[in-house]
């Protein structure tokens, strides 16, 4: 009987521990999810919300183009004179670098019933950095959380103890990824947004175009045959982009963004914002690392400054004779006929006399 007692009592003393350093641990945790160096872009604690500015940003304003601030209320009406725009788009493509967060009122609904809501009036919507953090946040609650565990010292006392625990529903998700006219929003932000319609329809909104300064209502500025935002986002969709996080944009105030002799429109054929198989990269003039330019270049060979390149004729493709014989190397491909010699030493061996290096029409020094 003693004994029993001692082990009953031991259990009800390790039970207690556990709570009492969960609960430590929890208040901690939430502390630190209230301290005042983690509060942007986050449903803040009610002392916050109403030490933290206010602005109202009229149709007229959007339409023109304005800078959302960071840590600020923010609320916009948007103007009636686009049809549909995407959040990144209207918040400045900035969701994967920003945290913001931020709802829409219904249309047509009446302001007395959206009043009596309890929540939020509206529906939300969240840039891809909060929706990150969140789940990390949702993540480390979960694990600081205490686990009922079961064990021999501790039995289960109904059925309920050997049922799974269960998922807790997402009460803050993301619901709005198209803005629609007229629409009333709030925001907040954790670092400041370009916020506009887009006139042109280059997926750039107008604020974001004045401040990369690209045309507003034109949407390819230099005429290359790719979008303002095609360029500017160039390679974005690639997997080494997701994999790294890397990219270099093209230009888009600049035809030949990597000054090769070539438009980016002729080197992305398919202006898809991507770097095919079939095609050069616009955003270095060598695509295939061998010494010589995609298009037409400036370039030193043996002491001496030359224009050299191997797409010669600038139109995106390898040209061929009458035979089909190549008339050019290929800018895709650093040994081009796989003979085990570059293109740029074949050019080389070319100059000095080695004819079967030399392509047809290419001539020796």
Not at 157 to 168: A, F, I
């Amino acid at each position: 009987m003693a004994f029993s007692a001692t082990v009953l009592a031991f259990q009800k003393t390790c039970r207690l521990l556990t709570i009492v350093s969960g609960v430590l641990s929890i208040a901690i945790f939430s502390y630190a999810l209230i301290s005042p160096s983690s509060l942007s872009a986050r449903l803040l604690p009610m002392n916050q919300k109403q030490s933290l500015p206010w602005l109202f940003i009229e149709p007229a304003e959007v339409e023109e183009g304005i800078t959302i601030p960071s840590d600020t209320h923010v609320a916009f009406h948007l103007p009636s004179t686009f049809t549909k725009i995407q959040r990144e788009v209207l918040l400045g493509r900035q969701g994967d670098n920003i945290r913001y967060w931020g709802y829409c009122l219904p249309l047509g609904e009446d302001p007395e019933i959206v009043g009596r809501r309890t929540g939020f009036p509206g529906l939300l919507y969240l840039s891809e950095k909060e929706r990150e953090a969140r789940g990390l946040i949702k993540k480390a609650i979960e694990e600081r959380t205490p686990k009922k565990t079961l064990s021999v010292w501790n039995l289960p006392k109904s059925k309920d103890d050997l049922k799974p625990p269960k998922k807790t529903k997402e009460k803050i998700r993301h619901e709005v990824e198209f803005f629609e006219p007229n629409a009333l929003c709030y925001i907040m932000s954790a670092g400041p947004l370009a916020l506009g319609i887009d006139q042109d329809g280059d997926s750039l909104n107008t604020r974001f175009e004045r401040q990369i300064g690209t045309h507003p209502d034109i949407a390819d500025t230099d005429g290359d045959g790719l979008t303002d935002g095609l360029e500017h986002f160039f390679g974005t969709k690639t997997e080494l982009h997701h994999l790294t996080g890397l990219r270099s944009s093209l230009n888009p105030l600049i035809r030949d963004s990597d000054i090769d002799g070539i438009i980016d429109g002729i080197e992305d054929m398919n202006r898809n914002g991507n770097v095919d198989p079939d095609e050069t990269d616009p955003r270095t003039k060598d695509t295939d690392h061998d010494g010589l330019c995609d298009g037409l270049c400036l370039t030193k060979v043996r002491r001496q400054t030359l224009l050299l390149g191997e797409d010669i004729n600038l139109d995106g493709k390898v040209d061929v004779d009458t035979n089909g014989k190549a008339k050019e190397t290929d800018p895709r491909k650093a040994d081009t006929n796989g003979d085990g010699v570059s293109d740029f030493q074949a050019y080389f061996n070319c100059q000095l006399g080695m004819k079967q290096y030399c392509l047809e029409g290419q001539t020796t020094q």
